[in-house]
């Protein structure tokens, strides 16, 4: 049923309309149009100005032929950088950018998806109940899109994001709750030959303080790792300043709430120990998501997978997405993949096949609730 050359055909307009992270109205305005002449009721969320972007989300809505829950669908609009002047190049039935850029199949594969599966849908008079569409903004910026959502303008309690470079079939369940540990060291300068006895080098402090902490693989649902450490100017000068960012992350946001704790205490008892101030700041990026493997939201994309034969299987993700901030903010989601591969490299790929399966899927899913 689904149309594949229009699918394509959609798909390689939508890369090569640009929208970098901010800059989502060009690509917006088009996608609003095509949900109009669909019959949605679209609007435009406040979230752009929160975000920095030139748009809001987009939340658009579809009344429903039949009697049965709302559902959600959602992709965002944004891509990472270099998403300027996009030129799809197709080798043995996979879509490639020229090499120069990254394709933009995160996440346009699943905003194609869903608009093939409604336009399928409409064509063939197929039943449905409500549909709600949220295209983001600034997803690739610290989801920053979902993150100001307008959530009461959202009636679906049940919403499936197609944001997962898995193969179709592949349902997120899981992924991690993440935390930016941001910390300070002041030490004291003085003249490092002349009279080093006057300074506390900040860089021994943040030293003192790395070396006792719990580090990389913490348990296997954990992680930590000291990204960057910034500071001093001169072998001369004992360090007065340095600057660390590092991050943790967990499955579960009580052990994420222990290791940021922990690396937080292990800053202070060096501090301590000489003499110094810090200043730390633990922002939480987004809490974690945890759908249990037998909730009804799973069985639905399950069956949805197995009547358009893809077989179904539930993963945990490395890193946090959409479908974190729309659990925290009460909507049931699970992300699904849709085969996007080498996401945010030069070498960003989708197969032909993956992308009509992603719009099967969708469709599927309609049909299924
Ligand atoms: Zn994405
Ligand atoms: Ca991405």
């Known amino acids: 049923m689904i149309n594949k050359e229009r699918i394509l055909d959609n798909f390689l307009g939508y890369v090569q309309m640009e929208s970098e992270s901010r800059n989502e109205e060009n690509f917006s305005k088009v996608i609003r149009k095509?949900?109009?002449?669909?019959?949605?009721?679209?609007?435009v969320d406040e979230a752009g100005k929160k975000a920095g972007s030139n748009t809001g989300n987009i939340i658009a809505k579809l009344k429903g032929t039949k009697d049965a829950e709302p559902i959600l669908f959602s992709s965002h609009m944004d891509t990472v950088v270099p998403g300027k002047k996009i030129k799809p190049v197709i080798k043995d039935g996979v879509i490639y950018s020229d090499g120069t850029t990254i394709l933009g199949g995160d996440d346009k594969a699943g905003v194609a998806a869903i608009i093939e599966a409604v336009k399928t849908m409409k064509e063939n008079n197929i039943a449905h109940g409500p549909i709600e569409i949220v295209f983001s903004i600034c997803e690739e910026v610290g989801l920053l899109g979902?993150?100001?959502?307008?959530?009461?303008?959202?009636?679906?309690?049940?919403?499936?994001?197609l944001d997962s470079g898995g193969e179709p079939g592949q349902i997120i369940i899981k992924a991690p709750a993440?935390?930016?540990?941001?910390?300070?060291?002041?030490?004291?300068?003085?003249?490092?030959?002349?009279?080093?006895?006057?300074?506390?080098?900040?860089?021994?402090v943040a030293a003192s303080a790395i070396n006792r902490m719990k580090l990389l693989r913490i348990d296997e649902e954990t992680t930590a790792n000291i990204g960057m450490i910034e500071g001093g100017k001169a072998t001369n000068i004992?360090?007065?300043?340095?600057k660390i960012t590092a991050e943790a992350r967990s499955l579960s946001n009580e052990k994420l709430d222990r290791q940021t704790a922990h690396m937080v205490a292990c800053f202070k008892e060096a501090a301590k120990e000489f003499g110094v101030e810090v200043e730390i700041n633990t922002p939480r990026s987004y809490g974690a998501l945890n759908v249990d493997e037998n909730d009804p939201i799973v069985n639905i994309a399950k069956k949805a997978c197995e009547a358009i034969d893809v077989t179904p299987f539930t993963a945990a993700s490395g890193g946090g997405s959409d479908t974190n901030i729309l659990n925290e903010n009460g909507i049931k989601a699970v992300n699904l993949g849709i085969g996007m591969k080498k996401c945010h490299t030069l070498e960003e790929h989708i197969s032909i096949q993956d992308l009509e399966n992603g719009a099967r899927l969708v469709l599927s899913i309609i049909q299924t609730v």
């Open 238 to 242: 004992v360090c007065p300043e340095v």
């Open 34 to 43: 095509e949900l109009q002449d669909l019959g949605f009721e679209v609007y």
């Open 146 to 161: 979902a993150k100001n959502l307008e959530y009461d303008k959202i009636e679906a309690k049940t919403a499936f994001v």
């Open 178 to 204: 993440q935390d930016k540990i941001e910390v300070t060291v002041i030490g004291k300068s003085a003249h490092a030959g002349v009279a080093p006895e006057e300074g506390i080098s900040a860089i021994q």
